[in-house]
């Protein structure tokens, strides 16, 4: 599965220097390829570093509805489906 690159709001936190970035890798990933997903926010020694990370692993969670849905805990894609 090909890591897709980070969304374009890391590029604003990083830019700013303001806040931090707290990007969510695409779902159903294994830790591996989580971990992939976290090298390409770039060197963990550079500056940019400090504004953006990754949340990871998704949480599973019962909907109204007693079906299981996997969800990012951050609220930008927390959205229901």
Known sequence: MAIPPPPVRRHNCTEQRNRP?????????PPAEAAAFADTLGSRDS???AFATPYYP????????????????????????
């Open 21 to 29: 970035a707290i990007l969510d890798p695409p779902p159903g990933l």
């Open 47 to 49: 500056d940019d570093a």
């Open 58 to 81: 998704w949480i599973t969670v019962p909907g109204v509805d007693a079906v299981e849905r996997t969800r990012a805990p951050t609220p930008a894609t927390s959205k229901a489906t």
